[in-house]
């Protein structure tokens, strides 16, 4: 079964940059789809991201698409997730998952049966 580990997080000022990192362990990762997903309180979880085993296949969420980049490093078991321009809505704990793979609803990511704690982003002036 795969581990998935996330961090990263923190506080920042609106228009930063953070880059979040996902720790993935139990399984070949090069033969892994990935995706985040985020969640703020009193909301839905909403899909951000998401790279299947071929790099160039990647997802975004409208509300993230230009701003935020999600890569792999097969070699280092690393998926990354990096977030320019942020912005206050954009606050939520980011999960990363293992869907069986990415699509553009996100359906499988949402509905992935492995996922992490979790890290926090905050951004507020």
């Known amino acids: 079964q795969v581990q998935l580990v996330e961090s990263g997080g923190g506080l920042v000022h609106p228009g930063s940059s953070l880059r979040l990192t996902c720790a993935v362990s139990?399984?070949?990762?090069?033969?892994?789809?990935i995706g985040w997903f985020r969640q703020a309180p009193g909301k839905e979880r909403e899909g951000v991201a998401c790279i299947n085993v071929q790099e160039e296949s990647t997802f975004y969420g409208d509300s993230v698409k230009g701003r935020f980049t999600i890569s792999r490093d097969n070699g280092k078991n690393t998926v990354y997730l990096q977030m320019n321009n942020l912005k206050p809505e954009d606050t939520a704990i980011y999960h990363c998952?293992?869907?069986?793979?990415?699509?553009?609803?996100?359906?499988?990511?949402?509905?992935?049966?492995?996922w992490g704690q979790g890290t926090q982003v905050t951004v507020s002036s």
């Open positions: 998952a293992q869907p069986k793979f990415c699509a553009s609803s996100f359906y499988y990511v949402l509905a992935a049966r492995s």
């Open positions: 139990g399984l070949p990762m090069e033969s892994l789809a």
